[in-house]
């Protein structure tokens, strides 16, 4: 069963360090899309790439929030610095366009 | 208006109940619609599509009515492993861009 693979499963940083969060999407899916989810918030949609090119980060703080495809088997995460009000389960999904998707079982992060 | 609107519940039902959710959109452009089902501390995992049609799979059934913009599910014979939290997902007609709803809890008794 294809699986969307997402590193670390649990992440403990300190305010002010980088976190690098990674995920391995489904081999053939298109689309990668990157969710942060909090209690108060529900699913936010940060970013997502078709085709390994970006198309829509406006979710996301520019400031600190960095997302990229380097290759069709790899996407990444980085926050920079970080700080307490990044703690959240951060989700990865892939699929095809207009599908359904498939999410990874998520970062669970908390910055201290 | 949010994009995609849920009410939150939760809805606690008796098992073997039937219940209903509907969840509203606000993009009339929107051309694909799913209801998925997350667990407590769990992804959120794909319970299924919506067509215009209607589908039915077991004991769930979904509609979309685009005139009203709103897309609903029935889960029938309610079980206590249905309790869950469901999240509507609306994706708009050019990007492919899935919103997601705040989900409804269910939570089924005995």
């Known amino acids: 069963d294809a699986r969307v693979t997402q590193t670390p499963r649990h992440k403990v940083t300190e305010m002010g360090q980088e976190v690098t969060m990674r995920c391995q999407p489904i081999l053939g899916h298109n689309t990668v899309f990157w969710y942060r989810q909090t209690m108060m918030q529900g699913l936010e949609l940060l970013a997502y790439?078709?085709?390994?090119?970006?198309?829509?980060d406006s979710g996301m703080p520019k400031d600190r929030f960095s997302a990229e495809m380097p290759d069709a088997t790899l996407a990444t995460l980085k926050i920079q610095p970080s700080e307490p009000r990044d703690s959240a389960v951060y989700f990865c999904a892939s699929g095809l366009s207009g599908a359904g998707n498939s999410f990874g079982s998520g970062t669970r992060l908390t910055v201290v | 208006r949010k994009e995609v609107e849920q009410d939150p519940g939760p809805f606690n039902v008796p098992e073997g109940a039937t219940v209903a959710f509907n969840c509203t959109y606000s993009n009339s452009a929107s051309q694909s619609f799913f209801w998925y089902r997350q667990d407590c501390r769990k992804e959120p995992k794909l319970l299924m599509s919506v067509y215009s049609s209607g589908n039915e799979d077991g004991r769930f059934t979904a509609q979309l009515n685009r005139a009203s913009q709103y897309i609903s599910l029935l889960i029938r014979d309610s079980k206590l492993s249905d309790s869950a939290t469901y999240l509507c997902v609306v994706i708009d007609g050019t990007a492919s861009k899935l919103t997601f709803g705040t989900g409804t809890r269910l939570q089924v008794t005995l």
């Open positions: 790439f078709r085709n390994r090119a970006p198309l829509d």
